[in-house]
């Protein structure tokens, strides 16, 4: 079992930033490949990027390319999302997960992620 509690969100202007956090818990955080996805109202969640078990590899949604960054320590079991020039369609919930083994296509698709966390809210203004 792993637990994941993210924090960092809140209201930020539009061009803004901000860096969110994904503390796990449990088993072995390095044996995870840690990914980030999103949640706006009335909309399904929407992959935003992974990051391999050792850190040394990244993918990310085209829409987030070149803004977003996914980092983690495995030393303080903690994955990072750092989200630059934030727009208002940026706005959603955020939600941290873990998935079992190598960074691959189903780090991406909702259906194959072993563990959640439990959300944190970004809401960018115009």
């Known amino acids: 079992q792993v637990q994941l509690v993210e924090s960092g969100g809140g209201l930020v202007q539009a061009g803004g930033s901000l860096r969110l956090s994904c503390a796990a818990s449990g088993r072995t955080f390095s044996a995870y490949t840690m990914a980030w996805f999103r949640q706006a109202p009335g909309k399904a969640r929407q992959f935003v990027g992974a990051?391999?078990?050792?850190?040394?590899?990244?993918y990310y949604s085209d829409s987030m390319k070149g803004r977003f960054t996914i980092s983690r320590d495995n030393a303080k079991n903690t994955a990072y999302l750092q989200m630059n020039s934030l727009e208002p369609e940026d706005t959603a919930a955020y939600y941290c997960a873990a998935r079992a083994g190598p960074l691959g296509p189903q780090a991406m698709d909702v259906k194959f992620i072993n563990y959640w966390g439990q959300g944190t809210q970004v809401t960018v203004s115009s």
């Open positions: 990051i391999s078990r050792s850190g040394a590899n990244t």
